[in-house]
């Protein structure tokens, strides 16, 4: 049952339907971290999720939290350098930035790209387009249209 939970709320999220998803991962986690506990892969991955809508809904200093919260969880288990590490980064840094927070969100950046490029290499996709982005950030006129 929790599965077809979890489908219907990555469904709803698929579709921008976060309002009506963001319930259903606060549940979800919630569940899972009573079951597996906190730390457990599934109940921080609906914790994520439900970042993501927090985000999307406009309620970033909620969201902003709940990243962190996640990541100091995933840091704790010596995960630093995981892809989901990474791209909890990554949330939290746009998130900063989008906020207009940009002097954080640089420092996050960073220190994300600096990590990418020993674990994922200089030449990723993923790296290469936060590099692009800490460009744009140290040109005198900002980040420019993406």
């Known amino acids: 049952m929790l599965g077809l939970r979890r489908q219907r709320a990555a ?81 939290i840094g746009l998130l900063l930035l989008s906020e207009g927070r940009r002097t954080e969100a640089e420092g996050v950046l960073d220190t994300l790209h600096e990590d990418m490029c020993v674990v994922l290499g200089e030449d990723h996709e993923e790296t290469l387009e936060i590099a692009d982005l800490l460009a744009r950030l140290r040109r005198p006129e900002g980040p420019g249209p993406s």
């Open 11 to 91: 469904a709803l999220m698929a579709g921008e339907d976060f309002r009506r998803a963001l319930p259903e991962f606060d549940a979800l986690a919630a569940v899972y971290a009573r079951t597996a506990g906190p730390a457990g892969y599934d109940a921080l991955e609906c914790r994520r999720h439900a970042a993501h809508c927090r985000a999307n809904l406009g309620q970033a200093t909620a969201a902003l939290r709940e990243f962190q919260e996640v990541l100091e969880i995933v840091s704790d288990t010596g995960a630093d350098a995981s892809e989901t590490a990474l791209d909890l980064r990554r949330s």
